[in-house]
């Protein structure tokens, strides 16, 4: 990405993978509500279980959950979801850099869309089969009720993983493998390379200097422009991912049965949490990704100094 630190000392890997991590789980934490409310409205009308509550709109269904079930409720599933930022986005972010200098090695001085298209498809990818049963887990216990007498499948995060490798086998983990690939890597492209061409206009054409509020221009438009894209993936990940073994034969027959019984709106469905959840963790984890980094090579620069 352009303009990485104040100063000529560009982060190294171990930097931008820890820098991605952190900021993650910070951005995670802070929009863990959304993210569950956005599961809750995308799994509605899904079975009759679901239709005796209706949620509408983000701070209708945050609302409800928190009284219908308790507050803590909205942060059912955040463990999972910090590893699933440890183990997803430290990777598919942190080496994003790196993957892209590699597709542009000895081509051009500056990365081309090609190369920061085939870093965001790579990085994505790969980082999707090492996180995907954190994924899992974390859909599972969002989406879970204790309401009209239904008893949760899990009572906690490694309860969930030991379940699901016990009765579905270790392929339970990596159930819907297919549409999260297909959703993160539209997001992550998206993302990362709107994210790095908004912030190279706005610094090269100097609308605003490489800081915070080019940083949180350029994440926000990179939030709403993925949101757009991936919705409908996500819908469909959403579902098969939370689905019992046999309630769908396969991701089209997903996908088909929501169109049949539920419309196209049914695809985008949680589109307002979506982008709210995205928006927002895009903001939070750039500017804190951005400031971790700066922060990391100054103090290495310091002690580099002093020895």
């Keep these: ?11 190294t890997m171990a930097v931008k993978i820890f820098s991605a991590g952190v900021a993650a ?13 956005k599961v ?31 507050p803590m409720k909205l942060y059912s599933g955040l463990p999972a979801g910090l590893q699933r930022q440890i183990s997803f986005a430290s990777l598919r972010i942190g080496l994003y850099d790196t993957v892209q200098e590699f597709f542009s090695a000895g081509k051009e001085t500056t990365a081309g869309l090609g190369s920061k298209i085939s870093a965001g498809l790579t990085t994505g990818g790969v980082a999707v089969f090492i996180g995907q049963p954190t994924e899992v887990v974390k ?10 007498g239904l008893k949760p499948r899990y009572t906690g995060t490694y309860n969930a993983y030991r379940i699901i490798a ?26 990362l390379v709107t994210y790095d061409l908004m912030k190279e206009a706005l610094v090269k054409n100097k609308l605003l200097a490489d800081d915070l509020p080019c ?24 579902r098969f991912v939370n689905s019992p073994p046999g309630q769908y034969t396969s991701v089209p027959n997903c996908a088909i049965t929501m169109l049949t019984k539920e419309g196209p709106l049914a695809f985008f469905k949680g589109f307002v949490p979506s982008f709210l959840r995205l928006g927002s963790w895009n903001v939070i ?18 002690m580099d100094c002093a020895t």
């Design 25 to 37: 789980c910070v951005a995670d934490v802070i929009t863990f509500p959304l993210d569950t409310a």
């Design 40 to 70: 809750r409205l995308q799994i509605q009308g899904e079975c009759q279980t679901s239709s005796t509550i209706k949620y509408k709109g983000v701070l209708g269904t945050i609302s409800t959950l928190a009284k219908t079930e308790g």
């Design 139 to 148: 859909v599972r216990l969002q989406a879970q009720s204790h309401l009209h």
């Design 285 to 302: 984890m750039f500017v804190c990704f951005e400031q971790l980094k700066r922060e990391l090579m100054k103090s290495r620069q310091t």
């Design 1 to 11: 990405m352009v303009g990485l630190t104040a100063s000529d000392v560009p982060p």
């Design 166 to 191: 016990t009765t579905e086998g270790l392929t339970g983990l990596w159930k819907g493998t297919t549409p999260n690939l297909t959703r993160n890597v539209i997001i992550n492209c998206t993302e």
């Design 215 to 238: 940083h949180f221009v350029s994440a926000l438009i990179a939030g709403f422009c993925t949101t757009v894209l991936s919705s409908p993936v996500d819908v469909v990940k959403t």
